[in-house]
Nanobody, 125 residues
């Protein structure tokens, strides 16, 4: 059973930075495409970022491009999301997700097999 656990969220002011981490229990995450999504209560999950299995390719939503950066440390089974210049509209629960082994990158939440429980990020104006 794959487990993903996010950490690093919190309450910050607009313009601040936060770094989210996602610890995976997977034996070797190098075989898995991983991604970040966010959502607010009553709303659908929104794609944030996705990273290829060895981290060579990354894609971002237009709303976070140039402010957020995702990375991974396959040796430590860790995924990261560095969030800079945070805005109030970034407020959401952020979740990491993992596809089945060897599947390609995707911005579609339904194509991800494993999910963390999420971590709240709140940005005040």
């Amino acid at each position: 059973q794959v487990q993903l656990v996010e950490s690093g969220g919190g309450l910050v002011q607009a313009g601040a930075s936060l770094r989210l981490s996602c610890a995976a229990s997977t034996n070797s995450i190098k075989n898995y495409t991983m991604a970040w999504f966010r959502h607010n209560p009553g709303m659908e999950r929104e794609f944030v970022a996705v990273i290829s299995r060895i981290g060579a390719v990354k894609e971002y939503s237009d709303s976070v491009k140039d402010r957020f950066a995702t990375s991974r440390d396959n040796a430590k089974n860790m995924l990261y999301l560095q969030m800079n210049d945070l805005k109030p509209e970034d407020t959401a629960v952020y979740s990491c997700a993992e596809r089945q082994p060897w599947e390609s990158m995707s911005p579609v939440p339904d194509e991800y097999a494993y999910w963390g429980r999420g971590n709240q990020v709140t940005v005040s104006s």
